[in-house]
């Protein structure tokens, strides 16, 4: 009977569990647009952590920034970087991103950046990436750059894709420099 009871609980423990693990999937909070913020933030500072980089903080003028250009990429459904104020002494760093709508989500967007990492090697910028290519390792460089303090991002939703713009200061990617 005590073995009876014991698989009893064991079994409503499980259930339990597997109910507390499933209630976001259920609820709908693994959407895009869920804690955004916290999750684009999360992502970000936790790779430049990986190598010992100080954390970003969250800029919500660089985001209101992403907000503006990435409601333009949606309405345009074309992924093309913004054009830098050549009177601004201190450009915004920008990455990138387009892909299927509603397919995913935030720490995949910003994941796809990080794989970039596998084409990086140490040295000056440009001269980062491991097949001469600057456009295999540029958003990773960015994401990681160790004079960025600060990030600021923006999703909206075209009508075929999904695109995410984040927006960074300092800009990183600097022609001469260490990118960490």
């Known amino acids: 009977m005590a073995s009876n009871l014991g698989r009893t609980k064991v079994t409503r423990l499980a259930g339990a ?3 507390t693990l499933a209630a976001p999937f259920t609820q709908g909070a693994t959407g895009v647009e869920n804690n955004l913020e916290a999750r684009l933030l999360a992502s970000h500072n936790r790779e430049r952590s990986s190598l010992g980089i100080p954390p970003l903080v969250w800029d919500r003028k660089l985001a209101r920034d992403a907000q503006a250009y990435v409601l333009h990429l949606a309405e345009t459904g074309y992924l093309v970087h913004s054009e830098d104020d050549p009177a601004d002494p201190d450009p915004q760093g920008e990455n990138l991103w387009a892909g299927t709508s509603g397919y995913y989500g935030p720490e995949a967007m910003v994941g ?7 084409d990086f090697k140490p040295g000056i910028f440009p001269n980062n990436s491991i ?12 994401l990681m750059w160790r004079s960025s303090h600060s990030v600021g991002c923006a999703a909206a939703r075209g009508a075929e ?12 990617n600097v022609i001469g420099e260490r990118p960490f």
């Open 17 to 19: 569990l597997a109910l």
């Open 112 to 118: 796809l950046w990080i794989e970039e990492k596998k």
């Open 161 to 172: 894709d999904d695109f995410l713009v984040c927006r960074y200061s300092e800009g990183g």
């Open 131 to 142: 097949s001469g290519d600057l456009e295999q390792v540029g958003h990773y460089t960015q």
